[in-house]
């Protein structure tokens, strides 16, 4: 009997923002959902794991949990037992998955939120077909997954894909990770909102208007609403993280030759306000781009839920590897 079978699996999103859980069907429509705030990575780690399972707990709508699937907006090692490092969360090498089992009483498993948002696109979504595909995840920072013959490549400690954390200006930005100049730091959705906020106090902007009049109330959904209705300062901070994500996009085509760029998280359902600029950066900043197919670089299919479909199709495919079954992934 499949877990699938004899309850509901529920896929975890963990972010530094945001817990969202939800029951996800055979096919990966997510069913029900449930969301709580998590404390950031000055947090204490028992409230992260308290605000996880209250939303998986309700997400289930008192039916009984088979297996939970967590992507975790951090460092996960290769065994898919520890988040051992979160720049945005407070998880220091803890057995998470090992607690959170004993605490939800089922089969718990674990990697990382862009691996997997791209476990969830290639069986679902933009990445669906494609042998080779690079995952971009903008959210609080920015996240990153490899695709190889359509399956996920974690590297030799499970920590491959940390692109955010690419160094591209020496001594830039301070970064939550300890280093400075990390990519990041350009183009995130904080990389938006900071933009946002010192363009604003330069030129006229309805930001003004949103925000009561205070730049340190601006928010990225500010912003994006700001944009649509056309407003410059707006367009402007979109146009330099849309430039930014575009030119360090090239940097790993360059790299990994992929045949699409697929961009997740919440920062991608500003569509082209952010997608058009980076487009242009890639086709600009990629070396080689007038003898070569320059790949597509489009927004990810399944959205904010990505992460949670990703989630509870890891839990079959972590069950059926302590088992010694092989197969594809699936809930």
């Known amino acids: 009997m499949t877990p699938s079978q004899c309850g509901v699996v529920v896929g975890v999103d963990i972010g530094g923002t945001k817990v969202l ?5 055979t ?3 997510v069913v029900r959902t449930a969301s709580r705030t998590t404390p950031g990575r000055r947090g204490v780690t028992r409230e992260a794991e308290d605000a996880l399972v209250s939303a998986v707990l309700e997400a289930a709508g008192g039916r009984a949990v088979a297996a939970v699937g ?3 907006a951090g460092f996960v090692d290769s065994a898919g037992e520890r988040v051992v490092f ?3 969360l407070p998880w220091q090498g803890e057995p998470l998955r090992e607690l959170l089992a004993e605490r939800l009483g089922c089969p718990v498993a674990l990697d990382n939120d862009a691996n997997c948002a791209a476990r969830a696109e290639a069986h679902h979504g933009a990445a669906r077909g494609a042998a ?3 995952m971009i995840t903008m959210g609080t920072g920015i996240g990153g997954a490899v695709l190889l013959r359509g399956e996920v490549v974690r590297g030799a400690s499970g920590m491959a894909g940390e692109f955010g954390h690419m160094q591209v200006v020496p001594a830039g930005r301070p970064c939550e990770c300890g280093r400075r100049g990390c990519w990041e730091q350009y183009s995130s959705g904080n990389a938006l909102v900071r933009r946002a906020r010192s363009l604003m106090t330069e030129q006229p902007s309805v930001l003004l208007k949103m925000s009561g009049g205070d730049p340190g109330r601006v928010t990225g959904p500010m912003v994006t609403a700001a944009a649509e209705q056309g407003d410059r300062v707006a367009r402007e901070a979109f146009t330099s993280v849309g430039d930014w994500l575009g030119m ?3 940097n790993l085509v360059a790299a990994l030759d992929p045949e699409v760029v697929v961009i997740g998280g919440g920062v991608s359902a500003a569509g082209d306000l952010l997608l058009a600029p980076a487009r242009d950066a890639l086709s600009r900043t990629l070396v080689g781009a007038g003898h070569r197919r320059v790949p597509d670089l489009i927004a990810a299919r399944l959205g904010p839920r ?4 990703g989630a509870a199709l890891l839990v079959g495919s972590t069950l059926r590897a302590e088992r010694g079954v092989p197969g594809r992934d699936g809930p």
């Open 21 to 25: 859980a939800g029951t996800v069907d």
């Open 27 to 29: 096919d990966g429509r």
């Open 70 to 72: 967590i992507a975790a």
């Open 86 to 88: 979160a720049p945005h």
């Open 132 to 134: 080779h595909a690079v």
């Open 248 to 250: 360090g996009a090239a």
């Open 306 to 309: 990505a992460g949670v479909v």
